[in-house]
């Protein structure tokens, strides 16, 4: 809305094909909460729900984040993938999940708008993250419970290794599994307790005037973060100075993360750290992703203590495979929904694992942190056993739409305890935000009518 009134709305589709529902949620600015790189914020999120005749009554619900009109793409996509779903047994498509995930990225009629990018892969990711929910909440484990517990050789069988053999092979990701047996209780147990380090995003928006950024850091300090991100890139200078005002409030001990728009900023990053902001880690976030430049860039960084992040916006499994190969990244940034949803992410996650490079999460987004929870807390326990230069994005918004939102304790995720994969949002939620029709949205464009 133009006023900039705190808004999120719900397109709610219901399909003529019994069983299923389709829709897409659209989370406007928030009133300001929101001052990223794009000038006209709608943070958007197509949302799947998958019925069944079991009388279980179980429903899974699936969503994959974007922006506003762009949802409505998206969710033309799921319904083009529909048909796959449809008049199929539960059983039958997780007990050959690798073949249904190729069955949904090889649609003879969609590859060329894919295949496993764009639209069509944001829509699989929906769907695919519904079928995941469901899974899990079957078996009556979190997803997280559910991947731990897997078999290894099962949950290899999930995986789709086209086009990545040349780094990681499903012989070479199944011992990576087997060796992840050693200890897995006793890390487990660690996690049940401590929960897994998270960052802070929510203190340091563009656009924030210097009195938010000093209110919001104090009371993050207070509930004891000590890991921070700031949005840097619209003016360097101005940049220098935010830095600096959050890095002498929280001091040198911990931890500070600068995210760009710009493609890879060595030259901004380097003022940075000359200026005394000393940023650890430098989140790369562009149109596009350059491994080659990332090659060249990225160990420009290494002597200023400067790691670079990057992966939040990448495609799919074979760009993370190149950049890996490039040595463009230090730190990699899975998104839960901008790849193939639970299946291509846990090939990445070993892909990290067999390059020794520790996986950082991006989670700012519509349920992005109710979902990424369950990836990373299962990727130490059962790959990367090891919580050294790992964290996980936090934002500290829209949490209260969710039926089972994230639990944060001294600044860590504490592993879900609720059946699924935390995607179900509140029925409350969605009947009063569904657009054109629910209250919320009638309100506004009468408002903007009159």
């Known amino acids: 809305p133009s006023d900039g009134n705190s808004c999120w709305c719900f397109l709610f589709l219901r399909d003529v094909i019994p069983g299923f529902i389709w829709g897409f949620l659209t989370f406007a600015d928030l009133g300001g909460a929101f001052p990223l790189q794009h000038t006209d914020p709608d943070y958007s999120a197509a949302y799947v729900v998958l019925e069944t005749d079991a009388e279980d009554g179980l429903k899974g619900y699936g969503i994959t984040f974007t922006l506003g009109k762009g ?84 949950l290899v069988s999930c995986l789709d290794f086209r086009y990545i053999t040349d780094v990681l092979t499903e012989e070479e990701a199944y011992e990576i599994l087997q060796k992840g047996q050693v200890g897995k209780k006793e890390r487990e147990e660690q996690m049940l307790v401590h929960g897994y380090p998270a960052y802070t995003t929510s203190c340091a928006w563009l656009g924030y005037s210097d009195t938010t ?60 750290s000359d ?123 829209l949490h209260e739409h969710f039926k089972y939102p994230v639990i944060i304790k001294k600044a860590s995720y504490m592993p879900p305890k609720d059946a699924g994969y935390s995607t179900e949002m509140k029925e409350e939620s969605v009947k009063k935000h569904q657009y054109p029709d629910g209250e919320v949205w009638e309100k506004l464009l009468a408002a903007q009518v009159n």
Not at 250 to 265: N, V
């Open 71 to 154: 949802t409505e793409v998206v969710v033309c996509a799921v319904n083009a993938l529909a048909p796959h779903l449809l008049n199929k047994d539960l059983g039958d498509i997780v007990g050959d999940f690798r073949g249904f995930y190729r069955q949904l990225t090889s649609d003879g009629q969609l590859r060329w708008i894919g295949p496993e990018k764009g639209v069509v892969h944001l829509a699989t990711a929906a769907v695919l993250n519904a079928v995941w929910d469901l899974w899990a909440k079957q078996e009556g484990k979190p997803l997280w419970k559910l991947l731990v517990d897997m078999d290894p050789r099962k």
């Open 213 to 272: 950024l000093k209110q919001l850091c104090s009371k993050a300090l207070e509930d004891g973060w000590t890991r921070f991100k700031v949005k840097v890139g619209a003016d360097l200078q101005d940049d220098i100075r935010r830095c600096r005002l959050i890095r002498n409030m929280i001091g040198p001990e911990k931890t500070l993360q600068g995210q760009q728009r710009a493609h890879l900023p060595t030259k901004g990053l380097s003022l940075l």
């Open 275 to 397: 200026d005394g902001c000393q940023p650890a880690l430098g989140c790369a976030r562009g149109r596009g992703v350059d491994g080659e430049a990332g090659g060249v860039q990225a160990p420009a960084l290494v002597p200023l203590g400067i790691g670079v992040a990057t992966g939040e916006q990448c495609h799919n499994r074979v760009i993370f495979k190149q950049l890996l190969q490039a040595k463009a990244l230090q730190f990699l940034q899975i998104d839960s929904c901008r790849l193939g949803s639970v299946n291509e992410n846990l090939s990445v996650l070993l892909m990290a694992k067999k390059f020794d490079i520790p996986v950082c999460p991006h989670a700012g987004g519509v349920g992005l942190c109710e979902l990424v929870q369950h990836l990373i807390i299962f990727d130490f326990i059962s790959v990367s056993a090891s919580l050294k230069d790992r964290m996980c994005e936090y934002v500290d918004h």
